[in-house]
């Protein structure tokens, strides 16, 4: 395998003492995470009038859709005596607490406090409010001081197609899912189980790969033999985009996917992998695809999920040979790999090779904004831009 690694000058240990796998309040990663809009949950499971307790970044939250259709995050316990919020009812686009009736809006204010017979906004009473938006089929919502970026944080897909939405939480640190990500080589080997390396034209054979920084994070470019550059772009801090063959039971229609992945930690030991892909079907395969959506969905839901799998295959009780026919064949397989590190992996007993270059690359990138931000000083402007590309697509 040929690797190099331009732009990212001469090579260097990566410092040991930097701290990649916080994501709590107050870390730097967190604060580095905190300056985005975070996906918190899928849309088409958040109903109307109903409100659910989330966790984001060692934070816990209460997540609601008004009746009007509206989503809202809000905080996590009520102003009054600190019941948990997410217990009450959602009334028109408020929030009413189950204990005495305090009722906050999308604004975090309180706008009625019924045992006081005080109906109405109350100055200086409230809860945190986030502001919260949705795009391609999540709810995003912005954690972070000040005013929040630019809203959607990437752009829409092109105009004919469907968007595909999945959500699969892993119980271990974010950020070896992220580098997992940039591992090319690991899908000739973790994913030999479903094949999908056959669908990118490698059988075993091993890509080249070159990555190197960009003006939104990374770009990682890899080629098997002769063919065609597959671009991979790694959007800081927390999303990749990437063209990929999709699960079994969907791939015959759409072809392959034009996908953001971003990785949201919920505690430090968990994230939730937020996936939204675009898939090129025309007008007259949509009912085709509706079919295939819904039977493939009904599967999942029938299915164990990939981290108990992953759990069980870890604990020896089975192997992913065993689990052949699961619809996330491709989710477990990584699950097992990245589980298997443990929650937070020990990055001071890994020996990294030259195959690791991308891994590295992105921890260079990572280094100087950390490192800006435990010093106070700002970090860079990173800006979306580019196109993933791959043959076959
Ligand atoms: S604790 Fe919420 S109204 Fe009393
Ligand atoms: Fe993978």
Known sequence: MNVSASRFGKQRTIDQSIDFASAGPGTPGGTFLRQFWQPVHLSATLKAGTAKPITIMGEKFTLYRGETGTAHVVGYRCAHRSTQLSTGWVRGDNIQCMYHGWTFDGGGRCVARPGERIFGPVDNVGVPAYPTREHLGLVYAYFGPGDAPAFPPFPDFGPEGVVENFAH??????????????????????????????????????????????????????????????????????????????????????????????????????????????????????????????????????????????????????????????????????????????????????????TDVGIVNMRRVFEPELRAIAEGRPTLNWVYSGEPAVRGF
């Open 169 to 354: 939480d892993f119980p271990c640190n974010w950020f070896q899912t992220y580098e997992n990500q940039i591992d090319e080589v690991h899908i000739a080997f973790v994913h030999s189980f479903s094949g999908s390396h056959q669908a990118l034209g490698r059988e075993l054979k091993l890509p080249d790969t070159n990555a190197y920084e960009t003006p939104y994070g990374m770009v990682r470019e890899t080629r098997s033999g002769d063919g065609p550059m597959r671009s991979t772009l790694y959007l800081l801090p927390n999303t990749m985009r990437i063209i990929i063959p999709t699960f079994n039971g969907l791939n015959h229609i759409g072809g392959w996917r034009d996908s953001f992945l971003t990785l949201v930690p919920t505690e430090d030991e968990s994230h939730i992998l937020f996936m939204t892909q675009h898939a090129k079907v025309s007008a007259g395969e949509r009912p085709k695809w509706q079919e295939a959506w819904d039977a493939f969905n009904a599967r999942i839901a029938a299915s164990p999920t990939p981290r108990a799998v992953a759990r069980d295959v870890l604990d020896g009780k089975y192997t992913i040979n065993d689990v052949l026919d699961h619809p996330l064949l491709l989710v477990i397989e990584d699950a097992v790999a990245q589980q298997g590190q443990g929650e937070i992996v020990d990055r001071s007993l890994e020996r990294l090779g030259r």
